[in-house]
């Protein structure tokens, strides 16, 4: 497996931009996808963005258009562009990452917490 260490959280106005990072280490070559899931206070942790090492992605409905996820392989790390922040858009952000080593696995980050304020 693979640990992640996240970083880029903060308060922002509603409107504003942040970028989240994600760095793994350890068994970087058995990665198959990496991503952002969210969980807000009381609710579910859902998927926000995810992106293959092919370079495909997926996005929430509610993000599309303002998130961008993308990879930078030399640094084994992800990022998370947020633009266009909403107050529903807070929560504590967590990088995953989805590998296959004789059995699929998934590793998550500690989390990092993002706030809009209106």
């Known amino acids: 497996q693979v640990q992640l260490v996240e970083s880029g959280g903060g308060l922002v106005q509603a409107g504003g931009s942040l970028r989240l990072s994600c760095t793994a280490s350890g068994s970087i070559s058995s990665i198959i996808t990496m991503g952002w899931y969210r969980q807000a206070p009381g609710k579910q942790r859902d998927l926000v963005a995810s992106?293959?090492?092919?370079?495909?992605?997926n996005y929430a409905d509610s993000v599309k258009g303002r998130f961008t996820i993308s990879r930078e392989s030399a640094k084994n790390t992800v990022y998370l562009q947020m633009n266009s922040l909403k107050p529903e858009d807070t929560a504590v952000y967590y990088c995953?990452?989805?590998?296959?080593?004789?059995?699929?696995?998934?590793?998550w980050g500690q989390g990092t917490q993002v706030t809009v304020s209106s």
């Open positions: 995953t990452a989805r590998g296959y080593t004789g059995y699929f696995w998934n590793s």
């Open positions: 992106i293959t090492t092919e370079g495909s992605t």
